[in-house]
């Protein structure tokens, strides 16, 4: 039976290369839903939703209402169901400086889309599908013209892992911590590299494996 | 009313990540399934876990990396399968946990101290005190002190409690020095003050059946009988993993203090006898003729017991020599040809083993 994956995230889903601009992305084999696209072989469906600037559950005064993560999960459940397993990893761009949230806010975003998931149950047979949240790897001190943007984030964003966890732990969902395998680039302090995706993607293909799937 | 989904979290388990340290309070049930689970197999996959515990693959994920968080469960290399997608092969942690066990005998005390999967880190024996020592247990306390320091590092930690083991059979008691048994009633306590750690208190003979299931011969049985050949020959039923004790339980005399006064009658050493992990020097047909007697009390026994209850394996514990123990085994198998008849796989001092198993099923496991 071909198994379907949603990977949902922000830019670093999406592929941005760091450093470089909007239209600079990552190619499909090199992005880590790519790679895992690789990985997992040919019984898995791998989706890629990946938007620049996404947040959890805001709507981003200035970038616009569209870059709200809650309002587009839904229907982009809808639009892929049956959906076996779906990968949040966003985050980061709640810690921009307009928002002025701490880390544990930023969880509580990422819970309140575990819920959404779980009430509109997209899995198969109409089941809540496997949820596995990835918490992103932290900032660097160091990002240049950002710093504006994201003032007072790069603590902020060493707590997110921690937030993470205790949130999956709470509605009993899978949970990965990517600052354990990679790290963002100096290029501009909070994108991932083309090797980090490589690493990224494997890994993730191997917590997906070891969650066990029936057939 | 605020809306529960988005009230602060409440995770599983509350532990301090930060400083490592263990707060959990109160282990949840599905957490000691798992920990059940692990006691019992070695190398099981995350979906092989959820198959049997019944419980979410999610529910198995956030339990298992709190466990392992905790260092109570290890991973293991990915194996590759011949099918699917190679999985990561999960057991308890060795050095996870850490139990002390005592022993209290007529003649002597046993202490053991076993890591989390059985094996023995510390084990010695020491004469019980004379009766006219003031010092009630000073040099027993000492012992588990000493037990609980002879771990690598700084781990005092992950010391889940004492055990002890406590004869309460009365002929058994009879066989000690007078006020024995009101001597014992205080070692609790008094380990319990000296050492700042929890002390679990079981039956002797229970304790060693107990430890037979989670670590030694009984590990995958439900339903076995048990025997106990220490001075005397004493006996448990075990029902569906419940170690049953009758109130009119009674030992039989045919014990090695049956072999002692057997060789003191021929004028031979009979100290060996006492030893854990000796050797027994031959003692001509002194000891074919014990051996005989004693298969005698088990064939009766084991054919009784099997009239009755649906017990298809009968467990032999002893700390005699394995090749006594092996003997007796195998020549009951031969008298009784349905049952299949084990020697205890708890090495050096079951009761004191079986006493170490009891903080761990107390902390980790489900009842």
């Known amino acids: 039976m071909l198994k379907t994956v949603l990977c949902f995230g922000d830019s670093n889903t999406n592929g941005q290369e760091p450093g470089g601009t909007l239209m600079d992305r990552f190619g499909p084999a090199e992005r880590w839903p790519g790679v895992l696209r690789r990985e997992l072989g040919p019984d898995w469906y791998v989706l890629e939703e990946g938007l620049s600037g996404r947040t959890t559950v805001h709507n981003d005064p200035i970038e616009g209402d569209l870059k709200n993560g809650r309002a587009y999960l839904r229907p982009c459940l809808m639009s892929h169901a049956p959906i076996d397993l779906v990968i949040l990893m966003l985050g980061t761009n709640d810690l921009k400086a307009r928002f002025g949230q701490p880390a544990s806010e930023v969880a509580m975003g990422i819970g309140c889309l575990i819920h959404d998931i779980k009430e509109l149950a997209p899995g198969p047979m109409g089941e809540v599908p496997e949820i596995l949240v990835v918490a992103p790897p932290p900032m660097l001190d160091d990002i240049g013209e950002w710093e504006g943007i994201f003032s007072g984030a790069q603590p902020k964003s060493h707590k997110l892992a921690h937030d993470f966890e205790v949130i999956a732990d709470s509605l009993e969902v899978h949970f990965f911590d990517a600052g354990t395998v990679i790290s963002s680039d100096p290029a501009d302090g909070f994108h991932i590299s083309r090797d980090a995706h490589e690493v990224l993607g494997v890994r993730l293909a191997q917590e997906i494996n070891v969650i066990g799937w029936g057939g | ?367």
């Open chain 2, 1 to 367: 009313m605020p809306d529960m989904r988005f009230a602060p979290p409440n995770p599983i388990r509350i532990a301090d990540r930060s400083s490592g340290m263990n707060a959990v309070s109160v282990r949840s049930y599905n957490e000691r399934l798992v920990l059940s689970l692990l006691l019992q197999n070695k190398g099981m996959s995350r979906m092989d876990i959820g198959k049997r515990t019944g419980l979410s693959a999610q529910t198995v994920s956030v339990i298992v990396r709190s466990l392992a968080q905790e260092g109570l469960v290890a991973k293991g290399e990915a194996q590759r399968g011949r099918m699917g997608p190679p999985t990561i092969p999960l057991s308890l942690n060795p050095e996870g946990a850490y139990a002390v066990g005592i022993s209290l005998g007529h003649r002597q005390m046993d202490v053991v101290l076993i890591d989390f999967v059985g094996d023995v880190k510390f084990h010695t024996s020491m004469p019980l005190p004379s009766n006219d020592a003031i010092s009630n247990h000073s040099e027993l306390v000492e012992t588990v002190r000493q037990a609980m320091a002879s771990l690598p590092g700084q781990q005092n930690g992950p010391i889940a409690g004492v055990g002890l083991a406590i004869p309460e059979d009365r002929d058994e008691l009879a066989l000690g020095p007078d006020g024995m048994a009101e001597r014992f009633e205080t070692i609790r306590q008094e380990i319990e003050t000296a050492l700042a750690v929890e002390v679990y208190v079981q039956n002797d003979v229970t304790a060693a059946a107990g430890g037979e299931s989670m670590f030694g011969a009984a590990k995958s049985l439900d339903n076995y009988l048990f025997f106990y050949l220490g001075a005397r020959l004493h006996h448990r039923l075990v029902l569906n993993h419940q170690i049953l004790q009758s109130p009119n339980q009674i030992s039989s005399p045919i014990g090695l203090i049956e072999l002692e006064s057997r060789l003191q009658g021929k004028g031979l050493p009979s100290e060996e006898l006492w030893i854990r992990g000796g050797q027994w020097p031959d003692f001509g047909d002194v000891r074919q003729i014990w051996i005989n007697d004693c298969l005698a009390v088990l064939s009766n026994a084991v054919g009784s017991a099997s009239q009755f209850l649906p017990v298809k394996t009968v467990i032999i514990s002893s700390y005699a020599p394995k090749r006594v123990c092996d003997e007796i085994a195998s020549a009951l198998a031969d008298m009784q040809p349905r049952i299949e008849v084990k020697v205890g796989g708890l090495a050096i001092s079951p009761k004191a083993l079986g006493a170490a198993s009891l903080p761990f099923s107390s902390k980790f496991t489900v009842s």
